[in-house]
């Protein structure tokens, strides 16, 4: 053979391609396609070897130090009586209410649950609820007062003079011995009587030092007795106590042997919390404040720390608010060193969001199309190489599945679980078999009809003539001849189960919170504020969506191009 024929020979057999070769030179001369692999194996990386490297969890919640101010207590100056009662007192509700009534009525007597009792009125906006015992009755006729005692009295002479002073005097009340006796007054005669008291009533409010002091009520009413006579001390139970009244005479503070004992003034301040004990000191400088109409005021703590307080106001009432140091959910924070792509709106670190969510979304794309695929090509197959009666049912129940209304199926199973409260991670699997399910019938449609076009060709009669089983012919002949158009086909779809999944997730039907899918971190953004303000937290996940759709598109257009016969070698 001469050098020129053998190398005519060669040239001929190195244009001999293989057609898989051939596929691929088509494949690799489409630059998209090429493009579209790289955006695809980037995703992967991105999606499944990035969550392994993130050094965050996909649920991991970040927390910061916040200083905010708090509610921290209520101020109001008491308009309304407060009625105290000795502790073997034994006076119920229905009493209290009529003392009050009674005194809103100018009333110095009134009956209530069967019994009598008097009113003594010792002062401004200060009253005593007791019963009298009678102990004389005096006359008036032209200024010469005649008494009459009528129980035995220590000091006779002593009590007639008591009594003539402070009628002069025009006194309610008078003392002999360190007794007390009430005179009360109908035209001009007096009945003089002791009086055995069981309660106070007062707009006072009074206030410990410490927190487990106790206050008597029969402090509270000498405490307030002092305070109207405008006496420097008072007896109780046997102690001294010192007064220390404003010169209004509307506040003080009660010492005990130079000690502060308690305080009283018209301002109630009440903690927030009932564990927390706001010493008076503090209760002072919160009433000073709110006298002088101040909108915040500092105070030195019992550590000689001192605190800001922020005073506001709401129609009589005021609120005493504390800053506070407090551990809040890092929500919304910029891009970081610590952050790349910045947190969302549960303090979740975004890129790693982003990492999870791409493998949730590209897992259940390509579950959904092998899924669509395998009962597509099982109900296609058998529809079309058996014809007849197999045909119609197949193709009914394909037409039975075109029918049914995706959208609102979707609303309706995503309520049902939403009820039933179905584990995030379960729920996935529900929505691959919903997607699946609704998704098969068009590869059904066109299996079908490219083994309607092959199932009459002379390799298929070959191997009808050689005795081959029915589910040989099909699977290992017919379908291998459609694995071109099926690959077309997967491919395009993934990028329509992505989106599918995505508007599912949106619309709070598919993949929930915590799990991250790509569609769900999008719908976190339900607010126009958070949309135009923070535009890191959903446009990543809105661009890997667009960027992986497009880079399954640009593979499935160069899988079809490059099956194609009548492309150009």
């Known amino acids: ?23 691929r030179k088509r494949f690799t001369r489409n630059r998209l396609a090429v ?42 100056e008491n308009t309304e009586f407060i009625y105290t009662a000795k502790e ?35 002062g401004d906006d200060f009253y005593q609820v007791a019963t009298l015992n009678k102990v004389a009755e005096a006359i008036n006729i032209r200024g010469i007062s005649s008494v009459s005692i009528q129980k035995d009295v220590s000091d006779s002479t002593g009590f007639k003079q008591a009594y003539m002073q402070a009628d002069k005097a025009g006194e309610q009340s008078f003392a002999v011995n360190g007794t007390t006796y009430f005179i009360e007054k109908d035209g001009r005669k007096s009945v003089i009587s002791t009086a055995d008291v069981l309660a106070s009533v ?4 009074f206030n410990a030092y410490e927190k487990d002091t106790s206050i008597t009520a029969e402090f509270k009413a000498e ?42 003034s018209r301002f109630s301040v009440r903690p927030i919390n009932n564990d927390v004990f706001l010493s008076v000191p503090f209760k002072e400088a919160v009433e000073e404040a709110v006298k002088g109409e101040q909108k915040e005021f500092t105070f030195t703590n019992e550590d000689g720390k001192e605190e800001t307080f922020q005073i506001t106001k709401k129609n009589l009432e005021y609120t005493v608010k504390k800053q506070k140091e407090t551990q809040v959910n890092a929500t919304y924070q910029a891009p970081s060193k610590k952050h790349w792509m910045g947190t969302d709106g549960n303090g979740m670190d975004m890129l790693t969001r982003l990492m999870y969510g791409g493998r949730i979304s590209l897992t259940i794309g390509f579950i959904v199309v092998i899924f669509e695929i395998i009962l597509g090509i099982i109900v296609g197959g058998l529809s079309g190489y058996f014809g007849g009666w197999v ?27 939403d009820y039933l409260k179905i584990n995030p991670k379960i729920r996935i699997y529900f929505l691959c078999i919903i997607l699946a399910a609704l998704s098969w019938p068009q590869v059904a449609r066109m299996v079908r009809g490219q083994i309607l076009s092959l199932r009459e060709q002379e390799f298929m009669i070959a191997t009808e003539a050689t005795g081959i089983r029915t589910s040989r012919r099909i699977f290992k002949h017919l379908i291998p001849n459609v694995i071109p158009q099926l690959i ?17 997730s949106f619309l709070g039907l598919g993949v929930k919170y915590p799990l991250a899918s790509w569609g769900n971190i999008v719908n976190a953004v339900n607010d126009i504020y958070i949309m135009t303000n923070y535009l890191f937290v959903w446009v990543p996940a809105g661009m890997l969506i667009l960027i ?22």
């Not at 053979?1 to 596929?23: C, F, H």
């Not at 106590?241 to 308690?262: L, N, P, R």
């Open 548 to 569: 992986t759709v497009l880079g399954f598109n640009f593979i499935g257009d160069g899988l079809r191009d490059a099956f194609d016969p009548k492309m150009k070698r």
């Open 223 to 264: 405490a307030e007795l002092a305070m109207i006579e405008g006496k420097d001390s008072f007896l109780v139970d046997g102690k001294t106590y010192e007064v220390q009244a404003d010169q209004e005479g509307k506040s003080a503070v009660f010492k005990i042997d130079g000690t502060d004992f308690a305080s009283a």
């Open 391 to 417: 045909d119609s049912v197949c193709m009914r129940l394909v037409d039975v599945f075109n029918c049914i209304p995706s959208m609102p199926l979707y609303i309706i199973l995503g309520a049902i679980m």
């Open 202 to 205: 007062s707009k006072l409010i």
């Open 1 to 23: 053979m001469s050098q020129t024929a053998a190398s005519e020979k060669l040239e001929k057999r190195e244009k001999v391609v293989s057609p898989g070769t051939l596929i």
């Open 88 to 122: 073997n007192a034994n006076l119920s509700p229905i009493v209290q209410a009529d003392t009050i009534f009674a005194i809103n009525q100018g009333d110095t007597t009134f009956n209530s649950d069967g019994k009598g009792y008097s009113l003594l009125k010792r």
């Open 488 to 504: 077309v086909i997967a491919t395009m779809g993934l990028g329509n189960v992505i989106l599918a999944e995505a508007s599912l």
């Open 35 to 76: 493009f579209g692999v790289g955006i695809i194996i980037f995703m992967f990386l991105f999606s499944f070897v990035g969550g392994i490297v993130s050094p965050y969890g996909e649920c991991q919640v970040f927390r910061k130090t916040e200083t905010t101010y708090k509610d921290y207590a209520g101020v109001a």
